[in-house]
């Protein structure tokens, strides 16, 4: 597999990540989420939609005991591996590809649950290239967090808590009302708002999403903004 080094700027960093072809890189929302993440020393912690690592390797570096990560893009575990070696977590972390939770040994209950899987609307995803394997979050950009979301309850322990990222650029309302029923403790923790590319802004697909009023932008002089959340859930 061929890979390249890209620098992460986030919480701990700078940090000299490799990524494989479809591994998805650090967002924006992923350094969001990074800053908003707190952990117990010796939590076990489960990285739902891990991509290079980068979040496993924080929460190894915030005090977690052993941290699972977890990917469906091809070369999770060489690259992610790689990385948490590098980074000097190697003994603390443990890398699977696959369907969200469905590789993961069945014993095991986690402290906290990172889930940061896709969430845009298939057709954004496509026309952005945000994500290299094609994967994202549904029509909508709701139908695989919602998925996560009952299958992570499951994985957590009593006590347990899960980061979820959500944002406006996906039915938002439709995760919320999910976690809300499955978590019952919802708490918004950050936010930060997002120019949308010029050359996303004219694409028909999010258009017609914004006008069915599947996604919600804002319009700050001749750009569109997006807002990205990051929520504790118990």
């Known amino acids: 597999m061929t890979t390249q080094t890209i620098t992460w700027k986030g919480r701990f960093g700078p940090m000299d990540l490799l990524v494989g072809p479809e591994t998805f890189r650090p967002s924006t929302v992923s350094q969001l989420l990074a800053d908003a993440l707190t952990i117990g020393r010796g939590d076990v912690v489960i990285d739902a939609g891990c991509g290079s690592g980068v979040l496993a390797i924080v929460a190894a570096k915030l005090g977690a005991s052993k941290v699972y990560g977890v990917d469906a893009a091809r070369g999770t575990v ?114 930060r708002h997002i120019p949308l590319p010029s050359t996303l802004s004219e694409d028909p697909a999010l258009l017609r999403l914004l006008k069915e009023k599947v996604i919600d932008l804002k319009q700050r002089g001749s750009r569109f903004m997006w807002t990205a959340r990051v929520w504790e859930l118990s």
């Open 78 to 191: 060489e690259v992610a591996t790689a990385n948490a070696e590098a980074h000097g977590v190697g003994d603390r972390t443990l890398f699977y590809e696959g369907d969200l939770f469905e590789p993961l040994p069945p014993d095991i209950m986690a402290d906290v649950v990172i889930g940061d899987v896709s969430g845009i609307p298939d057709e954004i995803a496509r026309a952005s290239g945000w994500f290299p394997s094609g994967l994202a979050g549904g029509p909508s950009g709701a139908e695989l967090p919602m998925r996560m979301l009952a299958e992570a309850r499951r994985m957590l322990a009593a006590g347990g808590r899960m980061f979820l990222p959500t944002g406006s650029l996906q039915d938002e309302k439709s995760i919320l009302e999910r976690a809300k029923s499955v978590y019952g403790s919802i708490k918004q923790l950050t936010e």
